[in-house]
């Protein structure tokens, strides 16, 4: 049964990005309860806390446990909170939908995150390929500001804040954290040595808090209904909330899905409510529950699949930013894998020798496989590879992330790459049709 709309309550409605039809709707009341009603910085934090609340942008870590980690004595250095609005990861459409349709809903989260860390200066750092949402969004704070809901001395509270939207260049390890701050320093976008970590030395130096457009947003809604009310949304007290699912691929409707945390993958594929099966009656033959850089799930391993942080590790996968991609069995999984290895190869900083060398690699074999000219060795070449860039080794998880659909596939579907080599061409999929009937 679907759940009472909480983060997409709004979306779709006639001028749902004005501050009018917000404050219609009851918008920045949570703000005005929470800066003149009494409530202290750390009184925040601990709501936010006990909500259970954890950073959807993919690592899934407790947000309210991160704010904890500036340092109580900044030695005069001001704190700083940056949006994470660069939503790169391939799959991935929720963020983008918040901003162009909700943008108060954000700014209000925003504001009370700030709020909570004492900090007078934010940023929305924007992927730059969305011209619409950094429009809807730079309208909404000029609006905010209008309506002194930005600015100094905010609704008489004594708490100031101003808020500037950066554009990026578009590029998928502006995603991470602290190759965000770089660029937004206006450096390359490229990691940084951890530690020292952002919450201690962040950008400019100072201590900063990175959050992701859904994280805030889920801000507004612990402190306007509670924290108890948030922390009863989902499976357990450790996946709680509600949570945007962004699902593409062979459904017959695809599309940025809200429910309960912990929602079963076949309710997603299949529930009226959501994806309504499979395109043409097909079957599945693989899920990508996280993103890209999540590992392959099977048609068998998404029977009993909760779609929660806990509930896709045990199934050596990742909820990452919940963009489930799913695949027929007319899936060349080796074209598949090529077309992830090419988009890793492009995106990688090339800061970390394992990265820079490894991913292009990567694609250069598989390529070969794919075209029809793998070697018999070419299938624990790839292994040995992905094996010599992850677990770690590199600056920050880009090398484990571009290995996963990897050794994902390998692992799973190990006959196809073997038919690939053995067979000179693929095992199912359009090309497989073409080549059989030229074999």
Same mark, same amino acid.
């Given at each position: 049964?679907?759940?009472?709309?909480?983060?997409?309550?709004?979306?779709? #409605?006639?001028?749902?990005q004005a501050i009018d039809t917000y404050l219609a709707d009851g918008g920045y009341e949570t703000l005005r309860k929470v800066l003149t009603g009494? =409530?202290?910085?750390?009184?925040?934090?601990?709501?936010?806390? +006990?909500?259970?609340?954890?950073?959807?942008?993919?690592?899934?870590?407790?947000?309210?446990?991160? =704010?904890?980690?500036?340092?109580?004595?900044?030695?005069?250095?001001?704190?700083?909170?940056?949006?994470?609005?660069?939503?790169?990861?391939?799959?991935?459409? +929720?963020?983008?939908?918040?901003?162009?349709?909700?943008?108060?809903?954000?700014?209000?989260g925003q504001i009370l995150s700030a709020f909570a860390l004492r900090c007078h200066t934010s940023y929305v750092y924007i992927r730059g390929e969305?011209?619409?949402?950094?429009?809807?969004?730079?309208?909404?704070?000029?609006?905010?500001?209008?309506?002194?809901?930005?600015?100094?001395? !905010?609704?008489?509270?004594?708490?100031?804040?101003?808020?500037?939207?950066?554009?990026?260049?578009?590029?998928?390890?502006?995603?991470? %954290?602290?190759?965000?701050?770089?660029?937004?320093?206006?450096? #390359?976008?490229?990691?940084?040595?951890?530690?020292?970590?952002?919450?201690?030395?962040?950008? /400019?130096?100072?201590?900063?808090?990175?959050?992701?457009?859904?994280?805030?947003?889920?801000?507004?809604?612990?402190?306007?209904?509670?924290?108890? =009310? /948030?922390?009863? !949304?989902?499976?357990?007290?450790?996946?709680?909330?509600?949570?945007?699912?962004?699902?593409?691929?062979?459904?017959?409707?695809?599309?940025?899905?809200?429910?309960?945390?912990?929602?079963?993958?076949?309710?997603?594929?299949?529930?009226?409510?959501?994806?309504?099966?499979?395109?043409?009656? #097909?079957?599945?033959?693989?899920? !990508?529950?996280?993103?890209?850089?999540? *590992?392959?799930?099977? *048609?068998?391993? !998404?029977?009993?699949?909760?779609?929660?942080?806990?509930?896709?590790?045990?199934?050596?996968?990742?909820?990452?930013?919940?963009?489930?991609?799913?695949?027929?069995?007319?899936?060349?999984?080796?074209?598949a894998a090529t077309n992830l290895a090419k988009f890793f190869s492009h995106e990688s900083c090339g800061q970390c020798t394992p990265c820079r060398?490894?991913?292009? =690699?990567?694609?250069?074999?598989?390529?070969?496989?794919?075209?029809?000219?793998?070697?018999? %060795?070419?299938?624990?070449?790839?292994?040995?590879?992905?094996?010599?860039?992850?677990?770690?080794?590199?600056?920050?998880? /880009? *090398?484990?992330?571009?290995? *996963?659909?990897?050794?994902?596939?390998?692992?799973? /579907?190990?006959?196809?790459? #073997?038919?690939?080599?053995?067979?000179?061409?693929?095992?199912?999929?359009?090309?497989?049709?073409?080549?059989?009937?030229?074999?």
């Amino acid at each position: 049964m679907k759940s009472e709309p909480v983060l997409l309550a709004r979306v779709g #409605r006639e001028r749902s990005q004005a501050i009018d039809t917000y404050l219609a709707d009851g918008g920045y009341e949570t703000l005005r309860k929470v800066l003149t009603g009494g =409530w202290t910085p750390e009184a925040v934090t601990e709501e936010v806390k +006990k909500s259970g609340l954890r950073g959807r942008g993919g690592a899934g870590f407790p947000t309210g446990v991160k =704010w904890g980690f500036v340092p109580k004595d900044t030695k005069g250095k001001p704190v700083y909170l940056l949006c994470n609005a660069d939503e790169s990861e391939p799959g991935t459409f +929720k963020d983008r939908l918040l901003m162009e349709e909700d943008p108060h809903q954000m700014l209000e989260g925003q504001i009370l995150s700030a709020f909570a860390l004492r900090c007078h200066t934010s940023y929305v750092y924007i992927r730059g390929e969305f011209f619409h949402g950094a429009r809807v969004l730079q309208r909404a704070i000029d609006e905010a500001y209008e309506k002194g809901f930005l600015g100094e001395n !905010i609704l008489g509270s004594g708490f100031s804040h101003d808020v500037t939207v950066h554009r990026g260049a578009g590029a998928y390890i502006c995603g991470e %954290e602290t190759g965000l701050i770089e660029s937004l320093e206006g450096k #390359r976008g490229q990691p940084r040595v951890k530690p020292p970590f952002p919450a201690v030395v962040g950008v /400019f130096g100072a201590p900063t808090i990175v959050n992701n457009v859904e994280t805030l947003c889920c801000v507004t809604h612990v402190l306007k209904r509670g924290a108890d =009310w /948030f922390a009863k !949304i989902g499976r357990n007290e450790k996946n709680s909330g509600p949570k945007l699912y962004c699902l593409s691929g062979h459904v017959n409707r695809p599309g940025v899905y809200e429910a309960p945390m912990g929602l079963q993958m076949k309710e997603l594929l299949f529930g009226d409510d959501y994806g309504r099966g499979m395109k043409d009656g #097909r079957k599945v033959k693989a899920v !990508i529950p996280g993103g890209a850089s999540a *590992a392959m799930l099977t *048609a068998g391993e !998404i029977e009993d699949c909760p779609l929660d942080f806990d509930g896709l590790a045990a199934k050596k996968s990742m909820l990452g930013s919940a963009a489930i991609i799913v695949m027929n069995e007319d899936t060349c999984i080796v074209d598949a894998a090529t077309n992830l290895a090419k988009f890793f190869s492009h995106e990688s900083c090339g800061q970390c020798t394992p990265c820079r060398e490894g991913t292009p =690699w990567l694609h250069r074999v598989l390529s070969r496989i794919e075209a029809g000219e793998g070697r018999a %060795e070419d299938v624990e070449l790839l292994e040995k590879i992905s094996n010599q860039m992850g677990n770690g080794i590199t600056l920050c998880v /880009f *090398a484990d992330a571009a290995i *996963a659909p990897v050794l994902s596939s390998i692992g799973k /579907f190990r006959d196809e790459y #073997r038919y690939h080599v053995e067979n000179k061409r693929c095992l199912v999929g359009p090309r497989a049709a073409v080549e059989a009937v030229t074999a």
